[in-house]
């Protein structure tokens, strides 16, 4: 195992000291070094601790414990390093990855069929508070699961994948079930494939989560609004009033906002409300039981897709008993199912596209939009800051 300690190291001056006072110091120091230096190496131990270099640094349940707070955060934001912090940000993978500690059920709350009364009356607490918070100028709350977190299993290999859209997720699906390949309709390939988790009993839940291997993909939330706000922008009529009005500056103050937008457009309003939130809600909370603690074995980072699947594939593998067919490997590199350039046209697409097509992620939170870093950090805080995407999110935590 990969260990790092953390936490850095700092000198005093002792400038501006009386020097009698300096003296007696240093004789000191000098009659009891050792005991000094024990007694530093205990304590830099007890406190900075060795600790898995990726693992993460506190119960999920209880976010903000030993960490600074969300205000003094973006006052640290507000300072010159911003530019700076963003951009790192912007460019980051999940602090926390690959194996993790699984301590039981994804909370039921934001998927089982059972509590959709529950996520119901959310929703609607949510949207009474996003109305008073935009009645008063101020950032709306972030949209809390709605629709529901995506379960899907696949019994043969005993395998749970938590989905998130905007993760590559129909890539892999599409390496599992073949839905490219020549060989997509045989029996061998289909057997690779996966489905909607049923409802079941929680008793029959918590079997299946204690002996099936349980994981998940995660893309850097920044990245991921910027796919979102572009695929969004392709919902919408071309040439229509929202098309020529709708800007990233306007998608990253509010993501939830362009389910209203959406709604006002004849070919989007098709689509619906849910379709909006399904591909914009929040990744972090699909991947904790409701005590707080992960709901996975195994984390995956989007940006790193290649490597992380390939050991996600060799542990089904490990695990394949006797009569499943073997399990596909990854051949060179994962395939773009839904890859797109990033300079779109109308005319060469036939939809409508986005108005910012930059091809560095960063542009969208430079200037002119430098205020883009905050708002989306602000829309998709449990994201950046409890999967740490950028160095301050992990210095932090």
């Not at 996003?130 to 395998?159: D, F, S």
């Not at 910012?356 to 883009?372: F, G, N």
């Amino acid at each position: 195992m990969v260990v790092a300690r953390r936490g850095s190291y700092s000198t005093v001056s002792a400038v501006g000291r009386p020097p009698g006072k300096a003296a007696i110091g240093r004789s000191f120091v000098r009659r009891n070094s050792n005991v000094l230096l024990l007694g530093l190496v205990a304590c830099a131990v007890l406190s900075l601790g060795w600790r898995p270099l990726h693992a993460p640094s506190a119960p999920a349940g209880h976010r903000g414990s030993g960490r600074l707070g969300r205000r003094a955060q973006e006052e640290w934001l507000e300072g010159v390093g911003s530019a700076a912090a963003a951009a790192a940000a912007v460019a980051s993978s999940s602090g926390v990855y690959g194996y993790v500690h699984k301590d039981g059920i994804a909370d039921l709350r934001n998927w089982h069929p059972d509590h959709k009364a529950f996520r119901q009356d959310r929703l609607e607490g949510w949207m009474a508070e996003r109305q008073a918070a935009l009645a008063e100028g101020r950032l709306p709350p972030p949209l809390p699961i709605y629709t529901g977190c995506q379960v899907y299993v696949n019994h043969l290999y005993k395998v749970i994948y938590l989905r998130h859209a905007k993760t590559a997720s129909s890539s892999l699906f599409c390496h599992f079930g073949g839905c490219r390949a020549a060989n997509a309709s045989e029996p061998a390939q289909q057997a690779l494939s996966f489905e909607l988790l049923q409802a079941a009993s929680v008793a029959e839940l918590g079997g299946l989560w204690r002996d099936y291997f349980v994981v998940t993909f995660v893309r850097n939330p920044y990245q991921r609004a910027v796919s979102s706000y572009r695929m969004m922008a392709r919902q919408l009529g071309v040439g229509g009033d929202v098309a020529r009005a709708y800007s990233w500056d306007r998608f990253c103050a509010d993501p939830t906002g362009f389910a209203d937008e959406c709604m006002r457009d004849d070919v989007c309003q098709k689509k619906g409300r849910n379709f909006v939130y399904v591909h914009i809600q929040p990744q972090y909370e699909c991947l904790i039981t409701e005590s707080g603690g992960w709901a996975v074995d195994f984390i995956g980072r989007v940006e790193s897709i290649d490597d992380d699947l390939r050991l996600v594939l060799a542990e089904i593998e490990r695990r394949r008993e006797a009569g499943a067919p073997p399990v596909r490997p990854l051949e060179g590199t994962l395939e773009n199912v839904n890859g797109r350039g990033c300079n779109e046209s109308e005319a060469a697409s036939g939809h409508s596209v986005a108005k910012e097509q930059y091809c560095d992620p960063v542009q969208y939170y430079d200037a002119p939009h430098a205020a883009c870093f905050r708002k989306v950090r602000h829309h998709y805080f449990s994201d950046a800051h409890d999967l740490r995407f950028g160095p301050d999110e992990v210095a932090d935590a």
